[in-house]
């Protein structure tokens, strides 16, 4: 079982859409959660960090954690076509110092 | 304004020779890493360095080397006992140990010829 699990898409929505991205990890005594996005090529940027349960909400994205069910997504509310990359899922334990990433979920936006 | 520097942006590596990647930040951060991603997956951890003159081996530290003299330094020697050294190299570094947020460089792209 791979330790965090994402979807690896592609996944299409039209633009003006909400787009939904899942991931799923196997460590329960992880403590942080992060979603990263990367352009093809490009390097990743850290755009969302969630640590408790619950929604958290920054302008257009909304990251989403549930410890219980080892759930985490990533909502993109009026998705725009320069939302179009890779979205990486990455996990770190409870006093670890290693961030664990997923495979990531394409996301394409159709003008 | 401040970042993390990888350079060269590209790399072609012939059978036998080791290359090195360089990493520089002026971020003033304590921990340093090297992520290597293959097509279609995830980051992988190579080595990471949480102080000067300190590393540890990540996941797939077989074939590589790493270096921390300077904390603005952490650079990476692909050997040649790396048998399939083609993918995109990224050092990453966050404020403190417990920092848990990374900032990354450009990458390298490395290639075999």
């Known amino acids: 079982q791979k330790e965090v699990e994402q979807n690896s898409g592609p996944l299409s929505v039209p633009e003006g859409a909400i787009a939904s991205l899942n991931c799923t990890y196997s460590?329960?005594?992880?403590?942080?959660f992060f979603w990263y996005r990367q352009y093809s090529g490009k390097s990743p940027e850290l755009i969302m960090s969630?640590?408790?349960?619950g929604d958290k909400e920054d302008g257009r994205f909304t990251a989403q954690l549930n410890k219980a069910s080892q759930y985490v997504s990533l909502l993109i509310r009026d998705s725009q076509p320069s939302d179009s990359a890779t979205y990486l899922c990455a996990v770190k334990g409870g006093g670890g110092f290693k961030t664990i990433f997923g495979a990531g979920t394409r996301l394409f936006v159709k003008a | 304004d401040g970042g993390i520097t990888q350079s060269p942006k590209y790399l072609f590596r012939k059978e036998g020779q080791n290359v090195t990647l360089s990493c520089e930040q002026n971020l003033n951060h304590d921990a340093m890493y090297w992520y290597r991603q293959d097509p279609g997956q995830g980051l992988r951890l190579i080595y990471y360095s949480q102080i000067v003159n300190d590393f540890q081996k990540g996941d797939i530290a077989e074939g590589y080397s790493v270096s921390r003299e300077k904390k603005e330094s952490f650079p990476l020697t692909v050997t040649s006992a790396q048998k399939n050294p083609t993918a995109f190299y990224l050092c990453?570094?966050?404020?403190?140990?417990?920092?848990?947020?990374?900032?990354f460089g450009s990458g390298t792209q490395l290639s075999v010829l």
């Open positions: 969630i640590y408790s349960n």
């Open positions: 990453a570094s966050s404020a403190n140990r417990k920092d848990e947020k990374l900032f």
């Open positions: 460590d329960r005594g992880s403590q942080s």
